[in-house]
């Protein structure tokens, strides 16, 4: 099992930034996708998930408006996008895969990937 997550990178405040991860070894159909980030000094925090059928998508409230989940199983690829990014965004985020159903808390999830930084400067 490997999710390869790959996207981030220095950004200033306000701009955009997409965020994917690769997944192998598993039925990448049969799992929720989720995103998580942990800034220096903070716990790890929930911030989207989307559904098996990419039917639904699920966004932490201090990201609504402004990040969307996605996924292409036919790819085997799941995406963040971030746009308006703030400084409190820098983070390093992290994909995980959770069998079946939507969960929000990281020890729900089955599968992490290794994470990749994003910096917003101001």
């Known amino acids: 099992v490997q999710l390869q997550a790959s996207g981030g990178g220095l950004v200033q405040a306000g701009g955009s930034l997409r965020l994917s991860c690769t997944a192998s070894?598993?039925?990448?159909?049969?799992?929720?996708m989720g995103w998580f980030r942990q800034a220096p000094g903070k716990e790890r925090e929930f911030v989207a998930a989307?559904?098996?059928?990419?039917?639904?998508?699920y966004v932490a409230d201090s990201v609504k408006g402004r990040f969307t989940a996605s996924r292409d199983n036919a790819k085997n690829t799941a995406s963040l996008q971030m746009n308006s990014l703030k400084p409190e965004d820098t983070a390093v985020y992290y994909c995980?895969?959770?069998?079946?159903?939507?969960?929000?808390?990281?020890?729900?999830?089955?599968?992490w990937g290794q994470g990749t930084q994003v910096t917003v400067s101001s």
């Open positions: 995980a895969a959770r069998f079946s159903t939507f969960a929000t808390m990281e020890a729900q999830y089955n599968y």
């Open positions: 070894g598993f039925t990448f159909s049969n799992y929720v």
């Open positions: 989307i559904s098996r059928s990419t039917g639904s998508a």
